[in-house]
Structure formats: structure tokens, C-alpha cells
């Protein structure tokens, strides 16, 4: 009996000995097993967390914060306290996430989830993001957070996820450009529709539809040649010159197509309107084929359910959105209407004019007085009184006459004369094509004709040519 009883209670010591021992816990943070009052609370306000109890959470980081100071947990908690609000979700607390999230970044810039804050801050505005045809608010400043990432956190492993969303925000801005663009045209506010698809050509080359508002450039221009035209206030001369301009700057928007977008739609359409014009067609380089061809591949076609629950979603479609290419950094000065008709002005000038005053030289005549109401009229046949005796001086000069009066039979030295062609509304004539006539040119140019003939490739022969061609209106 007594045997029995001394194992048993070698037992019980033992176990009540466990049982009076701390039990300890890993410290994901310092990996350290401690139980300190900070970390206790810490695990509270975690557990709360999972439970979606975010007040809870909040209550209890915030007494860590305050009565820990010192606390190796007050970087994770001050982090917990955003990603309390970002998880709760509501405008409200968007907000205030954004403002926790600013708050951690500025105590702890250095810290690795310093980049994670700024990508939360992005992704707050990403996701309030509407329709390119609705408020752009928090599109702007989700390229804005987006950008301040890439610059600030180069290293950061995040950098490709921020990249691709900044290419899918560029997109839905871009988008917007093109309709406000596109209303202008078809309202024929040309100088409008040109500085709204300048600005979106210049800002995001990336854009799904680049080369359509490439074209619509091109037509925006030459439909200012068409009302130019059809002014009859305007002389000849100035016609000419204000439609060799716009003839010019239609040609580059065409131009631009085949050699940045040689692999998309309006490559031929613009390939035409150049023959038109009577301009250069320029021949695309391989690698810029190569890197067209790589933008469209990675782009996604909407489906056509998606397509139609599209018209009654908040948020944009961003599936044409490029996944490849870097994103512009920064964005270009924007184009007005009025830089528009001023830029046409100066090109028409030849480069600008300004304004000159002509000094005359000689003796100014003395005053007259007002004539009066009361002076009796000259009768008929009367000879006009005699001038009056000027004083005494060097005689004035005679061909520094008084402005105005011109003599028919001499001609006005200051008269501007125009440097135009014979026909004011002939365009003017085709440059020489690139090819080389035989027997016409040097064993050298051949040369350098042959050599280059490897880099460029004809878009014609990698497209079907498109049936028709809409001018003016092709939407």
C-alpha cells in the first residue's frame, strides 16, 4: 500500500509543477518568448481583429500606445490601427486609414512595412476609382500614391504590383481624355478636340487606343483645313499659309501611328491619309513592331456578360489596360485650345512676327486751332486759304511722309510680301519617297538604303488593307 502511494504522488508534484510555470509565447517581431503586459495586449487586439470586433482592436492597441511607449510592438501597432480601418471599410474609415497609414510612414520611414503603408494608401484611392466618365478624383490621386511608391521605395518587392496598377489607373485617365476629345470633334471645336488629344497622346503612350486618338488627331486637323477654306474673310495668302500648317501637323499625328503603332488598326488608315495629303510615309523600325505587337498580347478582351453588367458597376474596366511597358512618371505640360490657334498663328508666320513702330523724321507742324461751329462755310469755286508760314529751319524731310499717305504711283517700301506658292489652295507638293531610282543616285546612298532596308518593315505586307476610308467622321 505504501508503495502505491509514493509514485502517485511523485506524479502529482510533478504536475502541479508544470501547471505553475509561465507558459511562454513567440514574439513574431523580436522572435523572443516572453509575456509581458505589451505583448498580452498586442495579442488582444489581434484576436479582436479576427473577430472583426475593429473598436475592440482599436481601444486596445491604443492603450499599448499610450501606456507602452518604449514598446518594441509600437511600430506593429500603430500599423494594426490602419489596417483596422482599411478592413473595416466605409468611406469613413477609408479615410481614416489614409491618415494612419501617413502617420506610420512618418515615424517609421525606414521600416520595410513603410511600403506597404504607401501601397494601402494607393490602393484606398484605387478602389474608389469610378468611370472614366464620372469624378476622376480619386484616379488622380491614385497615380499620385502610385508613383510616390515607385520613386521612394525603388527596392521595394511591391514595385511590380504598383506598376501594374499604375498602367490600369493611366488607362481609365486616359480614357477619359479620349471622350472629352472625341465630343469636342464631333462638335467640330477643333482647337479643343486637338488639346485634349495632344495632352493624351503626350501623357500616356501606353493608352489601349493610342492610335485611334492618334487618327482623330489627324482629323481634328484636317478639319480645320476645311473651315479655313470655307472663310471667305480670310485672303488667300493667309489661307495658304494656315493650311500648309495644319497640313504639316496632321501629317505628324499620322506619322506617329505607323512608326509607334505600326501593329494596331490605324496603321493603314493613317498609311492613306498620308498619300492623301500628299506627305512622306514613313516605314515602322522591327523593334518597334516587335514591342507593339507585346503591348496588345497582354491586354484582355472583356466578355460580353462582363461587358454588359459593365454599364451598371461603379468601378471601370481596366482588362485593356497594357501589362507591360513602364508607366510615365511624370506628366507633361497639358495643351489648351488657346496654345493651339497660337501655335497655328506662329507656324503661319514663318516662326513668329512682332510688332515694329516707325519713327518719322523731320519738323513737326505747329498746332491748329479746333475749327468752330460758327465759321461760314467756303463758297463754291473758292480757293482753300494758303498754309501757314512754318518758322524758320531746315526744310522737312519729303519722303518721311505722314502715315497714311501713300502715293498710288510708288510703291510701299514696308508693304510685306508673301513667299507662296502660285496657287494659294494647292497643297503642297509630295517630298521625294525613300526609294532610290535607278541610275539616279550614289553607290553610297544604295548603301546606306540596303543597310537600313533590315530594320524596316512595311506594314501593308503584315495587314489586310481596310475596305474604304472615312474622312471626317469615322465614328
Given at each position: 500500500m505504501r508503495r502505491n502511494l509514493i509514485p502517485g504522488f511523485l506524479v502529482f508534484v510533478l504536475a502541479f509543477a508544470l501547471g505553475c510555470t509561465n507558459k511562454k509565447v513567440n514574439?513574431?517581431?523580436?522572435?523572443?518568448?516572453s509575456k509581458q503586459p505589451d505583448k498580452v495586449l498586442f495579442d488582444r487586439s489581434m484576436d479582436a481583429m479576427k473577430h472583426n470586433k475593429f473598436d475592440v482592436a482599436r481601444m486596445t492597441l491604443q492603450t499599448l500606445i499610450n501606456t507602452y511607449p518604449d514598446s518594441e510592438y509600437i511600430a506593429r501597432a500603430k500599423l494594426a490601427v490602419a489596417d483596422s480601418w482599411y478592413a473595416e471599410g466605409g468611406s469613413t474609415a477609408m479615410q481614416q486609414a489614409e491618415i494612419e497609414y501617413k502617420d506610420f510612414r512618418t515615424f517609421f520611414p525606414n521600416m520595410p512595412e513603410a511600403a506597404e503603408a504607401q501601397l494601402k494608401v494607393a490602393n484606398i484611392?484605387?478602389?474608389?476609382?469610378?468611370?472614366?466618365?464620372?469624378?476622376?478624383?480619386?484616379?488622380?490621386?491614385?497615380?499620385?500614391?502610385?508613383r510616390a511608391l515607385i520613386q521612394e521605395y525603388p527596392d521595394s518587392k511591391l514595385v511590380p504590383q504598383a506598376k501594374q496598377r499604375l498602367r490600369e489607373v493611366q488607362e481609365v485617365l486616359a480614357q477619359r481624355e479620349f471622350n472629352i476629345g472625341r465630343?469636342?470633334?464631333?462638335?467640330?471645336?477643333?482647337?479643343?478636340?486637338?488639346?485634349?488629344?495632344?495632352?493624351?497622346?503626350?501623357?500616356?503612350?501606353?493608352?489601349?487606343?493610342?492610335?485611334?486618338?492618334?487618327?482623330?488627331?489627324?482629323?481634328?486637323?484636317?478639319?480645320?483645313?476645311?473651315?479655313?477654306?470655307?472663310?471667305?474673310r480670310a485672303s488667300e495668302v493667309d489661307k495658304a499659309k494656315l493650311i500648309a500648317e495644319f497640313t504639316r501637323n496632321a501629317a505628324e499625328a499620322y506619322s506617329r501611328i505607323i512608326t509607334r503603332y505600326p501593329a494596331m488598326d490605324r496603321a493603314l488608315d493613317a498609311k492613306a491619309r498620308l498619300e492623301a495629303l500628299h506627305q512622306t510615309v514613313p516605314r515602322p523600325t522591327r523593334a518597334a513592331l516587335e514591342l507593339n505587337k507585346k503591348e496588345m498580347a497582354s491586354r484582355q478582351e472583356t466578355g460580353?456578360?462582363?461587358?454588359?453588367m459593365g454599364n451598371f458597376a461603379k468601378h471601370p474596366d481596366v482588362a485593356r489596360a497594357s501589362r507591360v511597358g513602364e508607366?510615365?512618371?511624370?506628366?507633361?505640360?497639358?495643351?489648351?485650345?488657346?496654345?493651339?490657334?497660337?501655335?497655328?498663328?506662329?507656324?503661319?508666320?514663318?516662326?513668329?512676327?512682332?510688332?515694329?513702330?516707325?519713327?518719322?523724321?523731320?519738323?513737326?507742324p505747329p498746332s491748329q486751332e479746333a475749327p468752330r461751329s460758327d465759321t461760314p462755310a467756303p463758297e463754291a469755286g473758292t480757293a482753300p486759304p494758303p498754309p501757314q508760314e512754318q518758322p524758320a529751319g531746315p526744310a522737312p524731310d519729303q519722303s518721311n511722309a505722314a502715315v497714311g499717305e501713300l502715293?498710288?504711283?510708288?510703291?510701299?517700301?514696308?508693304?510685306?510680301?508673301?513667299?507662296?506658292?502660285?496657287?494659294?489652295?494647292?497643297?503642297?507638293?509630295?517630298?521625294?519617297?525613300?526609294?532610290?531610282?535607278?541610275?539616279?543616285?550614289?553607290?553610297?546612298?544604295?548603301?546606306?538604303?540596303?543597310?537600313?532596308?533590315?530594320?524596316?518593315?512595311?506594314?501593308?505586307?503584315?495587314?489586310?488593307?481596310?475596305?474604304?476610308?472615312?474622312?471626317?467622321?469615322p465614328f
Open positions: 514574439n513574431p517581431l523580436a522572435n523572443v518568448g484611392h484605387y478602389q474608389e476609382m469610378e468611370k472614366p466618365d464620372r469624378d476622376y478624383t480619386h484616379a488622380m490621386r491614385a497615380e499620385e500614391e502610385y465630343f469636342y470633334y464631333l462638335r467640330q471645336s477643333y482647337p479643343a478636340a486637338i488639346a485634349r488629344l495632344r495632352t493624351l497622346v503626350d501623357r500616356y503612350p501606353l493608352y489601349s487606343g493610342a492610335d485611334q486618338a492618334l487618327y482623330l488627331l489627324g482629323q481634328s486637323y484636317e478639319g480645320e483645313i476645311e473651315m479655313v477654306r470655307a472663310n471667305p460580353f456578360v462582363s461587358s454588359m508607366p510615365p512618371m511624370v506628366d507633361k505640360e497639358p495643351v489648351t485650345a488657346t496654345d493651339v490657334v497660337k501655335q497655328a498663328m506662329i507656324g503661319a508666320a514663318g516662326g513668329g512676327s512682332k510688332l515694329t513702330a516707325e519713327t518719322v523724321n523731320g519738323a513737326v502715293k498710288p504711283d510708288v510703291a510701299d517700301p514696308n508693304e510685306l510680301k508673301p513667299n507662296v506658292p502660285a496657287d494659294p489652295n494647292a497643297l503642297p507638293p509630295p517630298p521625294q519617297t525613300n526609294e532610290i531610282a535607278a541610275g539616279s543616285s550614289s553607290s553610297a546612298s544604295v548603301a546606306s538604303s540596303s543597310s537600313s532596308k533590315d530594320d524596316l518593315v512595311d506594314i501593308s505586307s503584315s495587314k489586310k488593307k481596310k475596305k474604304g476610308l472615312r474622312k471626317l467622321n
